[in-house]
């Protein structure tokens, strides 16, 4: 093991020929721990690109589902009909990139071609990697998407759980928090001034529902038993006898996101596709 791997980091093949190259033939993108800052990735450029990370990193890819691709879609049967299932076309086609997206990159962790990737789901229906696929270390991931974009993340042991929700204007701006927030939020909340109001809902919202989807329940947890604070800052919870960190995170793009984790919330590394 190079001392780079110990550190985790991504491969990037230096030709779009090396799929079969050495790693000695690529560069090697040594992402420092705990930065917050975003990398973009060539992503679609990149075939034969390997990816790896360490115990306790997070990898957060955030890529832009109108953005044409030659190579997509990827998708298993069952994907590509629950994609004809979309009224509007362009819902399908982001559903057909989403999916593909999650499985490109997934693959380079596996080290598994991306259509030969096999999930399953849980009781509520959040889809996980087998164990151990092509005897790599499990690798866990969550996916969230709105409107134009896609939120991926990848942990190699820890669950994790991400929102992501471009920012839009609602009608009963209130009558959407009192559905999500706990007593005392709702209480903090309605002393904030207007201006505020728009941002701590947005706030508060994609951390409950990234500690939802970290727990692997999504919203079969009423998010108004969790308790996470309007103040908008990292916080450790408890939630059915197992504990989180979630935390807002800074994108580039008019999004608001979030990120929960199961256990301690070390360095997140950010990638955005191009
Ligand atoms: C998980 C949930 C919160 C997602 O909400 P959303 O805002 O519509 O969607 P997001 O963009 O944040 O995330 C969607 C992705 O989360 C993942 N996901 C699905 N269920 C999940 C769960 N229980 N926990 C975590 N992640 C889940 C999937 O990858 C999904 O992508 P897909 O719909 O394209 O397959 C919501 O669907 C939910 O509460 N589901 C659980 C309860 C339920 O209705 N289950 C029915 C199926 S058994």
Same mark, same amino acid.
Request: with cysteine; aromatic share 8%.
């Given at each position: 093991?190079?001392? $780079? ?25 040594? !992402? ?15 075939? #034969? @690109? ?7 990193? !997070? ?45 490109? !990159? ?16 849980? %009781? ?10 092509? #005897? ?16 991926? @993340?990848?942990?190699?042991? $820890?669950?994790?759980?991400?929102? !992501? ?48 989807? %970290? ?13 996470? #604070? ?26 608001? %996101? ?8 070390? #360095? ?7």
């Amino acid at each position: 093991m190079t001392p $780079q791997r110990e550190r985790g980091g991504l491969f990037i093949p230096s030709t779009h020929e090396s799929l079969s190259g050495t790693k000695r033939d690529r560069d090697l993108i040594y !992402i420092p721990r705990r930065t917050k800052e975003t990398r973009e990735i060539g992503f679609h450029d990149a075939q #034969g @690109a390997e990816y790896f990370m360490i115990a306790d990193e !997070i990898h957060l890819w955030i890529g832009d589902l109108d953005q044409p691709s030659p190579r997509l879609p990827i998708l298993s049967q069952k994907e590509e009909v629950r994609a004809q299932q979309f009224l509007k076309p362009q819902d399908a086609r982001r559903f057909r990139v989403a999916h593909s997206f999650v499985r490109e !990159i997934l693959g380079r962790y596996v080290k598994q071609p991306p259509d030969k990737l096999e999930f399953e789901f849980n %009781a509520a229906g959040k889809p996980f990697l087998q164990e151990e696929v092509g #005897g790599a270390p499990r690798t866990f991931f969550n996916l969230a998407h709105s409107d134009r974009y896609a939120l991926l @993340a990848v942990s190699r042991d $820890q669950e994790v759980g991400v929102d !992501i929700e471009v920012e839009r204007e609602f009608v009963d701006l209130p009558g959407m928090a009192r559905q999500i927030m706990s007593c005392a939020e709702w209480t903090s909340f309605r002393c904030l001034p207007p201006e505020a109001a728009h941002d701590a809902f947005f706030d508060l919202w994609t951390r409950k529902e990234a500690l939802l989807k %970290a727990a692997g329940t999504g919203l079969l947890i009423d998010p108004r038993e969790t308790h996470l #604070g309007i103040p908008n800052k990292p916080v450790t919870v408890r939630l059915q006898g197992r504990t989180f960190c979630v935390e807002s995170v800074l994108l580039s793009v008019r999004a608001k %996101a979030a990120i929960a984790v199961e256990g301690e919330l070390h #360095g997140i590394h950010m990638f955005k596709a191009r």
